[in-house]
C-alpha cells in the first residue's frame, strides 16, 4: 500500500478544496493524508460558525482513492476539530485534547472529542488522532492495548524554541512518533501543515515512521510538498509478532 502526504499551506477560509484535488490527482497513492483543518485554515476563531461543515458534505465527496483530511465538523450544535477518513465508509474523529494555553486557544472554539477509536481501512485495522491527541498518555495506552497497523497523525504544529540549531518541538514529536510506532508494532503518518496565519508559523517535516521506530521518509522545513511511500506489511506483521512475545 502507497501513503502520500500532502503538506499543504491551507487559506484561512472553508475554500481548500481546489487544493486538495489538485494534490490527490497529482499522485497514485492508495491514501493521501492532509493536515489538522486543511479544509479551513488553523486560526478559525470567530469565523467557525458560519466556516464549519456539515458532514453531510463529506458524504457526498467522491475521490478516486483514499482520503484522510482535516475539518471542523458542525453536529448537533456542537463544533469539532475533526480527522475524516474518506473511502469506502466515512470515519471520524473528533480530536479530544484541545490545548488551550500560550498561542492556543482550541477550547474556547472547540468541543472535545470523547474517545479514541480504531476502524477497518484498506491497511488493516486503524487509529487516527489529531496534534495534540497524541501529548498525552492515553493516547499512548490506547495504541499500546489496541495495536493498529495504521496510525494517522494530523496536525497544525507551529514552530517555536529553537536551540542550537535545532527545533525542539520536531525533538518531541519525534520522540512521541517513535513510540507510538514501537509501542504498537505500526505504521505511523504523522502529516503537518506549513505556512502562516496571525502570526504562526508552521514547520512541516511530515514523515512516516515504520513500526521499528526509523523514520522512512520525512518531507522538507516550512515547504509545501507531496511524499510518497510503500508500507512493508510484513515488516508490520513482525513487530506485532515481537510484541506479543514480550
Not at 476563531?45 to 475539518?71: I, M, P, Q, R, T
Not at 521499528?212 to 515488516?235: M, P, R, T, W
Request: glycine share 8%; proline share 3%.
Amino acid at each position: 500500500m502507497k501513503i502520500a502526504l500532502a503538506q499543504i499551506a491551507p487559506k484561512l477560509s472553508p475554500e481548500n478544496l481546489e487544493k486538495h484535488l489538485e494534490y490527490i490527482s497529482g499522485t497514485d497513492a492508495d491514501l493521501v493524508v492532509f493536515p489538522e483543518l486543511s479544509m479551513n485554515g488553523y486560526k478559525i476563531k470567530d469565523a467557525l460558525l458560519e466556516d464549519s461543515f456539515s458532514l453531510e458534505y463529506f458524504k457526498n465527496l467522491k475521490f478516486d482513492k483514499d482520503v484522510v483530511l482535516g475539518a471542523a465538523i458542525k453536529k448537533d450544535g456542537k463544533i469539532f476539530n475533526s480527522a475524516l477518513y474518506l473511502g469506502k465508509n466515512l470515519h471520524i474523529h473528533n480530536k479530544v485534547h484541545l490545548p488551550t494555553y500560550g498561542v492556543f486557544e482550541e477550547g474556547r472554539f472547540f468541543f472535545s472529542g470523547e474517545s479514541f477509536s480504531v476502524f477497518d481501512s484498506k491497511a488493516g485495522k486503524t487509529a487516527m488522532f489529531v496534534c495534540e491527541d497524541v501529548f498525552s498518555g492515553d493516547a499512548m495506552d490506547f495504541v499500546s492495548e489496541h495495536k493498529p497497523d495504521l496510525i494517522i497523525v494530523i496536525a497544525a504544529s507551529p514552530a517555536r524554541e529553537f536551540s542550537e540549531g535545532k527545533l525542539l518541538i520536531e525533538e518531541q514529536w519525534d520522540a512521541l512518533l517513535k513510540s507510538m510506532a514501537i509501542l504498537s508494532g505500526a505504521y505511523v503518518v504523522f502529516c503537518n501543515r506549513v505556512g502562516f496565519e496571525d502570526g504562526l508559523g508552521f514547520w512541516g517535516g511530515s514523515r512516516i515512521v515504520n513500526p521499528k521506530g526509523e523514520v522512512e521518509i520525512k518531507a522538507d522545513y516550512f515547504e509545501e510538498q507531496i511524499i510518497e511511500c510503500e508500507l512493508n506489511h510484513s515488516l508490520t506483521v513482525t513487530q506485532k509478532y515481537f510484541l506479543r512475545k514480550s
